[in-house]
């Protein structure tokens, strides 16, 4: 297969987009993409520098001196691999928030298109069939339940060693599906193109079986 395709994953927090998208891009030996990384290790900078949100010319002046990348399945800022620390909840809810600032959004946005376009890859994200790459040549639209994508985050946190009560795990993402489907620019939603799965009552391999087929690469 010689030309460069991408695989658009969207979907709210939770319903299972980059256990989903690694196999993906693992079945097809092409890369994986996590955009929701790239928000984090800015809300996480931030977070190292003491910048709040609304520092907004604080936040334009870091990120003329941030480079994301992905190396190994591992996350990296500034050559410093960051992968565990970017998985907290104080870290995915300033990630949100964050995530909704036109300069945070412009720079990754072009990062993320040069990342796409010189190879193939699997991206998964909130607005990348809308945004990223509208003409991707494939486009999912992963969703759970809420209560599903609440147990699969609480069992995701208590395996990292954090006992968080699930019903708060379930009250922030309620937030953040808030958040993220009501900012202004580029909120989740889904492309009008793409085929919608709900992973509610489907095991892992279900759901990446039935991409598989959907984009018929077997
Ligand atoms: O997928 P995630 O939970 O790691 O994403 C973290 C936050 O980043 C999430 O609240 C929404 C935001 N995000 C976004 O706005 N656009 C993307 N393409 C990916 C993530």
């Not at 994508?149 to 993402?173: C, N």
């Not at 598989?212 to 077997?218: G, T």
């Given at each position: ?53 609304d520092e907004v010319d604080k936040i334009k002046t870091m990120l003329e001196s941030t480079h ?130 709900d992973s509610t009552t489907l095991s892992i391999e279900e759901v990446t079986d039935k991409i ?7």
């Open positions: 297969m010689g030309k460069v395709f991408q695989i658009a994953i969207d979907g709210p927090s939770g319903a299972g987009k980059s256990t989903i998208a690694k196999r993906l891009a693992s079945e097809l030996s092409i890369d994986y993409i996590d955009t929701g990384a790239m928000y984090r290790a800015v809300a996480y900078k931030m977070t190292r520098e003491g910048i709040s949100i994301i990348d992905f190396s190994q399945g591992e996350t990296i800022l500034d050559g410093e691999i960051i992968s565990d620390k970017i998985r907290t909840p104080e870290i995915s809810e300033l990630a949100s928030a964050v995530s909704a600032l036109p300069i945070v959004r412009e720079k990754l946005v072009k990062l993320q298109r040069e990342m796409g376009q010189r190879k193939s890859v699997v991206m998964d994200g909130r607005d990348i069939g809308t945004n990223v790459f509208p003409d991707a040549e494939y486009k999912i639209f992963l969703t759970a339940s809420v209560k599903e994508r609440a147990r699969r985050r609480w069992k995701q946190l208590k395996e990292m060693g954090k006992d968080i009560d699930i019903s708060q795990v379930e009250a922030d993402i309620i937030k953040r599906d808030h958040n993220d489907s009501t900012r202004k620019i580029n909120p989740l939603k889904k492309a009008e193109d793409a085929v919608e799965l598989l087929d959907i984009i018929n690469l077997h």
